[in-house]
């Protein structure tokens, strides 16, 4: 059973400081996902990680795949306060008969404070 | 361009009464849908996905069900809600190992 785990849960920091999300997943997968969720509305997608190595950045944002740690973060440069959200993120899996799906970690609700 | 369609926003309803979610997807055919549950504080947790017309699979025990009639009508449903069944139900379809999601409809159940 593929489980995904992101630390921390809940994050507030300042605007203008550093910080990293991790997301680390227990079974082979070479598609991972970082989602955006703003309070009451769906998600919006952020990065595609395809590849071991891979490196996305937008923006104030920038993720990464390790696929031999099972481990992505989400990194994020000089936090502004429109990035106040909550950051999901998901791995991909496949099941017999063509099926495909997303198992998503518990979300890192983040409040950036001025 | 694609287009993924999910009615009604917001819905109350009290214990015991029936439930129907629908989601309409546009611009293209034959693709996985999904539903998601999240409830409050947690992450979002798979419901059911559907290949094709009349083909669903179920990952969790619960107290709802999923049908799809048509190629891209995927509906969520319940006899009897349950209070535990309140959350932020999304619906979404896959195609070319990309996820689309719905607007999302948030159930209270009271």
């Known amino acids: 059973e593929l489980k995904v785990e ?9 605007e203008g400081k550093n910080y990293t999300i991790y997301c680390n997943y227990s079974t082979t997968s070479d598609r991972l996902y970082w ?30 795949l390790d696929t031999k740690a099972r481990l992505s973060t ?18 991909e899996w ?14 890192t609700h983040l409040i950036i404070q001025p | ?41 947690r992450g979002l947790q798979l419901l059911f996905y559907s290949v094709g017309i009349g083909q669903i699979s179920s990952e969790v025990p619960q107290n709802l069900s999923a049908s ?18 309140s959350g932020f139900y999304l619906c979404a379809w896959s195609e070319k190992r990309k996820a689309f999601f719905g607007q999302g409809t948030r159930l209270t159940v009271v």
Not at chain 2, 5 to 17: C, I, M, R
Not at chain 2, 68 to 85: G, N, T, Y
């Open chain 1, 6 to 14: 992101q630390n921390p849960l809940f994050l507030s920091m300042q």
């Open chain 1, 35 to 64: 989602y955006r969720q703003d309070p009451g509305k769906s998600l919006e997608s952020l990065f595609v990680l395809l590849s071991n190595g891979a490196v996305k950045q937008e923006g104030r944002l920038m993720a990464s």
């Open chain 1, 74 to 91: 989400l990194h994020i440069t000089a936090a502004v306060h429109d990035l106040s959200a909550t950051y999901f993120c998901a791995v």
């Open chain 1, 94 to 107: 496949y099941s017999g008969g063509g099926a495909d799906g997303l198992t998503f970690g518990k979300g």
């Open chain 2, 1 to 41: 361009s694609q287009t993924i369609h999910q009615w009604p926003a917001t819905l109350v309803q009290p214990v015991g009464s029936p439930l129907s979610l629908e989601c309409t997807v546009e611009g293209t055919s034959n693709p996985n849908l999904y539903w998601y549950r999240q409830a409050a504080g």
């Open chain 2, 68 to 85: 799809r009639p048509q190629d891209r009508q995927f509906i969520l449903s319940s006899k009897k809600l349950l209070l535990s069944d």
